[in-house]
């Protein structure tokens, strides 16, 4: 079985999805709703491994008390444990957070970069977070991947990897590049709404006749 779609076939899946799915809203905002670029990234960094409710409870929470690098730094890291609870793993979030913060402020003056390099190079922020602040705080044209994107990309055959900071790399590589504006909205919509972990709706599918997926899992059925 072919384990990477061909460039031909990446474009007409790209086309299919721009049909099919809403793309980017007028409302969308950056991650968790955040208002600036520095509350975007602690709450990536608070959204690891948690469900986006609990991940809000601990965002109001935590900046409540703060909202500046500056700020938060005032406080001592078990009231930021306490505040972040909800999202889990908060001991470990909370020392994450306060090396963030003493980065940004050593290196950038408090200022978040713009650039991935400049994302990744701070305590806590991985390629996701990175991209996805570039791509909704920073208006930058990135495919951010989470776990739907990287589930869908590697069922159709978009990318082949194992885990999502490769799946990142592939996309960057083999997308069109008018893609890249709309393509992580395209995707995450299609994993939400057909292309889902379980149960994936294969006849309700705009792409179900290019997925390798489907051509080596379903198509007998």
């Known amino acids: 079985m072919a384990r990477l779609l061909e460039p031909a076939a990446v474009e007409t899946v790209y086309r299919r999805l721009a049909e099919a799915m809403p793309g ?18 602690v709450s990536c960094m608070l959204s690891a ?26 406080l001592d890291d078990r009231d930021v444990a306490a505040a972040i609870k909800p999202c889990g793993l908060y001991n470990n979030k909370a020392r994450n957070i306060r090396r963030f913060n003493e980065a940004l402020l050593a290196e950038h003056g408090g200022v978040v970069p713009d650039t991935r ?25 990135v495919i951010a991947v989470d776990t739907h994107v990287h589930r869908v990309c590697n069922r159709i055959g978009l990318t082949d990897a194992k ?59």
């Open 24 to 41: 980017r809203t007028a409302g969308a905002k950056g991650p968790k709703g955040q208002p600036d670029a520095y509350r975007s990234c």
């Open 49 to 74: 491994q948690s469900l986006d409710r609990n991940t809000a409870a601990a965002t109001r929470a935590l900046f409540a008390l703060a909202t500046t690098p500056e700020d938060m730094l005032e």
């Open 117 to 141: 390099e400049g994302l990744m190079s701070l305590p806590g922020i991985g390629r996701k977070c990175a991209d996805i602040v570039m791509s909704f705080t920073f208006g930058q044209d």
């Open 163 to 221: 885990v999502a900071e490769k799946t990142a790399q592939q996309l960057e590589e083999r997308s069109p590049q008018w893609t890249l504006a709309d393509g992580h909205f395209w995707l995450i919509q299609f994993g939400k709404r057909v292309c889902t972990s379980r149960a994936p709706k294969c006849a309700a599918c705009p792409v179900s006749d290019l997925c390798l997926w489907y051509a080596a899992n379903r198509a007998g059925e």
